[in-house]
């Protein structure tokens, strides 16, 4: 950690690892994707527009040109899939959901979910995002008085007590263990990439995939349980949940809703694409203030003046701290790479594309880009505040852009925003020890510890 300054004001420049000198060979490359993919990108990648390398026969480009990002995701997506790695670690968690389908499936399912996460349908869920938040923030204060908290801990046990009242109307207590369980047991073995998923067509299956395939049986019957648990309370429930919303959407054009199997697929993609990148937002958000002492205080202050955060349908009110949970993504977007795969010839900047080249846009790379943000390593979050000079189009994606942009970027803002304020207004945070917390990159961008938190009520 060390810090720089700028107009007499200490900014904080938060630890990270040193990338590479140099381009890594195939195992080194391999071993970074399965341990921390940060890892896998060299010096010249963040100064560099396009950068082009050669792996498993294949040519793989880095775009952080905002004119070839804009290309792949946004002027001809159609012509850009996901990867085969992509697939087999995805499909055992997600099913053939949102997040997973391509082409006319996808295009369906996005019109047909669009409803659902409209500012006045997330409006109405305000109430059990802060009866969750407000249930956390008790047990903290148990907790903190008892000594150090691991807030990673604390954070995705709220993240996912969010997403099981806004999902079910109904806490996780009875299924929360046992999903976080199971979301750790895949992430930690099936869910990191292996050789053959790289090397063998995605028709043939793997021993990973035989393993995947087992585990997804198990998964999908837990979902059948929640959401069976779900239906047997729903006569002593108010309607409103994400699940009523989703059980009642049509297809516009031929008035058909989603079977059993395609809502469970996307309760799964509404659970884990939700919560699990929320919570690390989430912390590295609380990190970054308990590094930053003087933001921690403005972000307390905001909090202060709001008169009530749970009647707030925006982040309006929490200019500041919305700033700082945009800036935490820009240092650790959760969602640290995008790959797609050419199915025909394009062109990227002056390069020709051949089918089968494969496209990296890394926002773990493209925000930390030297020639796109000023002092990139810094955490500033005046560079989000309202009158600060615009963001470049196409430097900042933490939640992706064009079509395929995602569809919770609203919840998960208004989530993370409220839940930031809320406990640095309940708090003072520091850190328990000096041990640097370095980022984990294999399905999201996770710390490489649980680090231990002091909190001091306010």
Not at 23 to 43: C, E, M, P, V, Y
Not at 246 to 272: H, K, S, W, Y
Not at 374 to 403: H, I, Q, S, T
């Amino acid at each position: 950690m060390s810090t720089t300054h700028s107009q007499g004001a200490a900014i904080l420049v938060p630890p990270v690892p040193e990338p590479p000198a140099d381009d890594l060979g195939f195992f080194q490359t391999l071993k970074g994707l399965r341990n921390d993919a940060t890892q896998i990108w060299s010096k010249r990648t963040y100064s560099e527009l396009i950068t082009r390398r050669r792996f498993l026969g294949r040519t793989t480009f880095v775009l952080n040109d905002p004119d070839a990002i804009r290309r792949v995701l946004v002027d001809n997506p159609e012509n850009y899939e996901r990867t085969k790695p992509t697939i087999r670690m995805l499909r055992p968690t997600l099913g053939d959901g949102l997040f997973i389908s391509e082409g006319q499936a996808w295009r369906q399912q996005r019109r047909a979910l669009a409803p659902a996460f409209t500012p006045k349908a997330i409006e109405a869920l305000l109430p059990h995002i802060h009866s969750a938040i407000d249930e956390a923030i008790d047990e903290l204060k148990k907790q903190a008085r008892r000594g150090p908290v691991d807030l990673f801990t604390t954070v995705q046990h709220l993240a996912l007590e969010i997403a099981g009242r806004t999902m079910f109307s109904v806490g996780m207590q009875h299924h929360g263990s046992r999903l976080r369980e199971m979301v750790v047991e895949y992430g930690k073995t099936l869910g990191r990439p292996h050789l053959l998923d790289f090397l063998i067509p995605l028709r043939w299956p793997t021993p990973h995939d035989l393993l995947r395939a087992r585990f997804r049986r198990r998964w999908n019957a837990f979902l059948d349980e929640v959401i069976a648990s779900r239906h047997a309370e729903r006569a002593s429930r108010p309607a409103g949940d994400l699940l009523d919303l989703l059980a009642a959407v049509r297809d516009p054009d031929t008035g058909i809703g989603f079977t059993p199997d395609e809502l469970r697929d996307q309760v799964a993609t509404m659970i884990l694409a939700g919560h699990e990148t929320t919570a690390v937002a989430l912390f590295w958000a609380i990190y970054l203030l308990a590094l930053a002492p003087e933001v921690q205080e403005k972000v307390a202050e905001e909090a202060s003046r709001t008169a009530n955060l749970a009647n707030l349908g925006t982040t309006a009110e929490l200019t500041y701290t919305r700033a700082v949970v945009d800036e935490t993504l820009r240092l650790y977007p959760p969602a640290f790479v995008i790959v797609r795969q050419a199915r025909g010839a394009d062109r990227v900047g002056k390069h020709a594309v051949a089918p089968g080249d494969i496209m990296a846009i890394a926002p773990w790379v493209l925000h930390r880009h030297q020639g796109l943000w000023r002092n990139p390593n810094a955490f500033d979050p005046r560079r989000f505040l309202p009158k600060a000079e615009p963001v470049a189009r196409y430097a900042y994606l933490p939640f992706g852009v064009g079509p395929r942009i995602c569809i919770g970027a609203h919840f998960a803002l208004i989530e993370a925003t409220h839940a930031l304020a809320k406990l640095a207004g309940a708090f003072r945070i520091t850190l328990a020890d000096d041990r640097p917390v370095f980022p984990a990159a294999v399905i999201t961008t996770q710390p490489d510890h649980p680090a231990a938190f002091h909190l001091l009520s306010r």
